[in-house]
């Protein structure tokens, strides 16, 4: 794996949420390589290299562990900008929150989420549900080949122009 390349991109803003998360992971054996992103704004710009991500190679992630209640830019729409872009269309995304909103769940499967996980109370469930996905998403499901996703369209709407 090349240095810079992530294999998760966890949108959360809740830091008790990140650290139970990278527990689970790291206890499983599958905290190899992680970006944080603490608002919504921050995954995008990360996942499409604006802003302070801008000197970054794009390199898709495995999978996209998101959060819907986020700052900035809420998980609906940072899921919307993934699924519209060309380079990202096809990266799993995995929706893990505290929502119990049947609205969110139905406009999340709308925009072609590949799952969605309601956040665990508890503490050991918690773990399980994430060494689990971890597990899923890292081990045994084979993704589309990566050179699928490191071409950008021409009407790639995160693309960096010059």
Known sequence: MFQNEVEILYAEDNPTDVELTLFALRRSRLANSIHI?????????YLFCRGAFSSRDFSAPKFVLLDLKLPKVDGIEALKAIRQDERTKMIPVVVMTSSKEQKDLVESYKLHVNSYIQKPIDFDQFQQVVEQLGLYWLVVNQAPPAETLDQAGPNSIGAVTK
């Open 37 to 45: 992103a603490r608002d919504g704004a921050e995954a995008l710009d």
